[in-house]
């Protein structure tokens, strides 16, 4: 007896809710019956929904006698052949890109109607095979979850102090998100670093900070900012008081980052890698005397025994704004102390270097050694790597051998 009934055809999930991008969705397709040797029953799938294409997702499946042909077009098949053929594992996968879409993606997965299944090329199977009236298909919503950027831009970078006594608006701090978000304001940390000393006593001020208490006066000082629903961005001003203080430029280096607690940075916002630290300067313009060092006498006279000294002072022409160290340096001999640092108050008072001849057993002529030096300091009016430059000592090493 010959069967012409039709094999039932069901496409069903236990998959409820969205998935995110990179999620994925499991389903099974399943025959009415188990295949016999020799039969072959080909399954038409119809993969659409609404804001896809086929590059939004891929297929893949799994089970006995199962292939999938077509898995990476819109309308796969689902091929089913031989002894125990029946059931497949189907696994679909949302792909993830970086295109803010606002979860307009979803996925529509079915079985191919009755035409379809006529179209198939079924083997040995009386009556062909059908979709079932019910189960035979689902949809499911896609979350894009890509996030939003906070990064922060200041305009200028640099801003002269003046001396006005007083606070002037010297530049604009923007923090700005990549694009609108709705639903809550975005909060985050700010936390300001730097030489500069800010509050109303000190070299700027950086208004708008709000919510969370300061952690005054040590730096950094932070606080909470905000980006309200529906905005982009929101500014804040350095203001910069004038003094007539000749001093080094001071910095101060704005620094962007995520908020806990009561004020906890919403968990879809992100902070640019590029973007989450500036640095603004300003840029002492009081006239500053020039640096110099004076260096007496510019020779010496050492033995090579190793005891015999010799001496020479050194002393600043002006009034340093940062320690300034300086290290003599030459070959066969040495130095007490091997370096001399000059501050803002001593600066003006001579200090001595010693010079002793390195002791050898060898008998040479007298030669001459030329003793460098190197200065460093924040204040690059007295580095060496700079413009400053310092007078050479020569010193003479006498032999003492036989």
């Not at 199977?125 to 996030?147: M, R």
């Not at 208490?213 to 730096?219: Q, S």
Request: hydrophobic share 35%; with cysteine.
């Amino acid at each position: 007896m010959t069967d012409d009934d039709p094999t039932t055809v069901t496409l069903t999930t236990d998959h409820s809710g969205a998935i995110e991008e990179g999620g994925t969705v499991s389903f099974t397709v399943a025959l009415s019956r188990t295949l016999a040797a020799g039969e072959r029953i080909d399954v038409p799938l119809v993969i659409d929904g609404t804001g896809v294409s086929v590059t939004d997702w891929s297929l893949v499946a799994s089970g006995t006698g199962v292939t999938l042909l077509n898995g990476d077009t819109g309308t796969p098949t689902l091929s089913f052949e031989g002894l125990g053929a029946q059931t497949a594992g189907m696994v679909l996968t949302a792909t993830s890109d970086s295109t803010a879409e606002s979860d307009t993606e979803t996925f529509s997965v079915a079985l191919g109607n009755n035409a379809d299944f006529n179209n198939d090329s079924d083997t040995n199977v009386g009556g062909g095979a059908q979709p079932d009236a019910t189960d035979n298909g689902f949809t499911v919503q896609v979350s894009d979850v890509v996030p939003f950027i906070l990064s922060l831009a200041i305009q200028p970078g640099m801003a002269d102090e003046g001396n006005t006594g007083n606070f002037v608006d010297a530049a604009t701090v923007t923090f700005s998100l990549d694009r609108e978000r709705t639903g809550s304001n975005v909060l985050f940390l700010v936390c300001l670093t730097g030489s500069a000393e800010r509050g109303a006593g000190g070299d700027y001020q950086f208004t708008g900070l709000s919510g969370a208490p300061m952690l005054t006066p040590a730096n950094p000082l932070c606080g909470v900012a905000s980006i309200s629903t529906g905005r982009t961005s929101v500014a804040y001003s350095i203001r910069v008081n004038g003094d007539s203080t000749p001093e080094l430029d001071e910095t101060v280096i704005i620094i962007v980052q995520q908020s806990t607690d009561a004020f906890a940075t919403p968990d879809d916002v992100e902070f640019s890698p590029t973007a989450s630290v500036a640095i603004f300067t300003i840029v002492n313009d009081e006239a500053l005397e020039a640096a110099g060092v004076t260096v007496s006498p510019s020779t010496a006279t050492v033995s090579d025994d190793g005891t015999a000294t010799d001496s020479y002072t050194l002393v600043l022409t002006s009034a340093p704004l940062a320690n300034v160290t300086i290290t003599p340096d030459a070959t066969g001999v040495a130095f007490e102390p091997t370096g001399l640092t000059f501050t803002s108050t001593d600066w003006n008072e001579a200090k001595t270097i010693t010079i002793t001849g390195e002791n050898d057993s060898t008998d040479t002529a007298d030669r001459q050694v030329t003793v460098t030096h190197t200065a460093l300091s924040d204040d690059t009016r007295y580095a060496t790597s700079g413009s400053l430059s310092i007078s050479d000592v020569v010193a003479t090493l006498t032999d003492d051998d036989p």
